[in-house]
């Protein structure tokens, strides 16, 4: 029996893995305990046939004879034992070719890999769209957390104005224990080494490069647009000092590092996206702020659905698999059906620079405590037409730290006003620039938005 032979409803459909890391093992083992629930809940029984590992010497695979293991993926995807293709290596190659050949053999594919996805991933759906089959990777952003489903399905009417998401758990663990523990940055992430959560080299995660990654795909999935990871503007949290968050809880804010993908204008067929990872000042009466530790969350904004926001683990082993056996369902029951879902190749977007960014700012300055020094800095910001809404100062011994947050201006303006500052010989340092969430309490005064 083949998976879409019809001849036998009770027959499995039969998986091949490439890749067994911390999400493979767990999807084994979540079909090993789980195999029958799931076809009792789905109609659908999933057998894994095949699995290509890096080292078959290392593997112990109780339920699947050592005969299944594989060092070759190619074998795996061309074998005809094996219909549905779960990739779970990472990278773009070798799993962009596996994944073709896969599909040119007619087998749909479930990939967990946000590399592929968010570089490549136009070319795959337009393969997958080419040989009639399925492409999904719900997995491959935020985990656990359903989302290109509910972006693609459940909101398929709606007109997404943006979506906000907390998608890189090693940072919001970093920032949560920084604001909550008061500690350093440093002291933050070694403990989320130690803990499993930061690699070794954590750059990845704490340059934005994970979180600019996910805001491609998502920015993809909710404007219907071919969004690739270069296209993200991405800063990470290297540069965010503990008095930030001092200040931040002082004037009501927590700190975390969003991924934002929005509307900002063309046409309803053809938007031009902003899409954007950086550390924010999230009000903390705002959904996201409340996201803790390790934990993901996503923010929809629709035009007619209003604020949505769902909230999980984005990453582990059972997290992840749980997505990845999700998609395989629906893979299955499409095969079964002789059919696929509805995902297509989107049309180039076109992506709003940051320059053009029209939002609040907080900046730290630090200058020499004398008169005159204070006039001379909101010289350059009025000169550039950034308006200050609040300004607070802190001794520090000879000198003072200056705190601002603006009212709504450009980011070409806070840019060309940081670009000054820095000149200017009283001023000894500009600190890190954060980006601030929500309305402008009195944006008369700034710019119109
Ligand atoms: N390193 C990521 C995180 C998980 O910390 O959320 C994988 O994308």
Request: charged content about 25%.
């Amino acid at each position: 029996m083949t998976a879409d032979g019809g001849d036998d409803p009770q027959a499995p459909v039969r998986v091949g893995v490439l890749g067994c890391g911390t999400v493979g093992g767990a999807l084994i083992s979540i079909l090993d305990e789980g195999a029958d629930e799931v076809a009792a809940r789905t109609g659908i029984r999933l057998e894994v046939t095949r699995v290509a590992v890096r080292n078959v010497a290392r593997y112990r695979l109780p339920t699947l004879g050592s005969d299944r293991l594989t060092h070759d993926a190619h074998s795996v995807v061309c074998d005809p034992d094996v219909d549905v293709v779960v990739e779970l290596i990472g990278g773009i190659e070798p799993a962009r070719t596996l994944l073709v050949e896969a599909m040119r053999a007619g087998k749909p594919v479930v990939s967990a890999n946000k590399e592929l996805l968010a570089n490549v991933g136009n070319e795959l759906l337009a393969e997958a769209e080419r040989a009639g089959v399925d492409l999904l990777y719900e997995a491959a952003v935020a985990g656990a957390i359903p989302l290109v489903r509910p972006l693609t399905e459940s909101l398929a009417g709606e007109r997404i104005l943006r979506v906000m998401g907390i998608v890189n758990g090693t940072t919001n663990f970093v920032l949560t224990r920084m604001s909550e523990d008061g500690i350093g940055y440093g002291e933050a992430l070694a403990e989320a080494q130690r803990l499993g959560y930061a690699e070794r080299d954590p750059s990845a995660d704490v340059e934005g490069y994970d979180a600019a990654a996910k805001a491609a795909i998502i920015a993809g999935i909710a404007f219907n647009a071919d969004v690739v990871a270069g296209d993200v503007y991405r800063e990470g949290i290297t540069g965010i000092d503990p008095s930030d968050i001092e200040f931040a809880h002082r004037l009501g804010y927590e700190v975390k590092l969003l991924a934002v993908a929005e509307r900002a204008g063309g046409s309803a067929a053809r938007p031009v996206v902003a899409v954007r990872v950086h550390p924010a000042m999230v009000p903390r009466d705002h959904p996201l702020a409340g996201v803790r530790g390790s934990y993901n969350a996503v923010f929809i904004e629709g035009e007619a659905s209003g604020e949505l926001m769902l909230y999980g683990r984005g990453a582990g082993g059972r997290p992840t698999a749980s997505a990845v056996l999700g998609d395989l369902v629906d893979a299955a029951h499409n095969l079964r059906a002789g059919g696929r879902g509805r995902a297509a190749p989107r049309a180039r977007s076109e992506i709003r620079p940051i320059d053009e960014l029209e939002t609040q700012y907080y900046l730290t300055i630090d200058v020499e405590d004398r008169p005159g020094v204070l006039a001379a800095v909101a010289t350059v910001f009025g000169g550039h037409r950034v308006s200050i809404r609040s300004m607070e100062q802190v001794g520090l011994g000879g000198e003072a730290r200056l705190v601002f947050i603006t009212h709504t201006a450009l980011e070409a303006d806070i840019q060309a006003t940081i670009s000054e500052l820095a000149l200017l010989e009283s001023v000894e340092r500009v600190g890190k620039l954060i980006r601030v969430i929500g309305p402008d309490p009195d944006a008369a005064s700034g710019r119109a938005t």
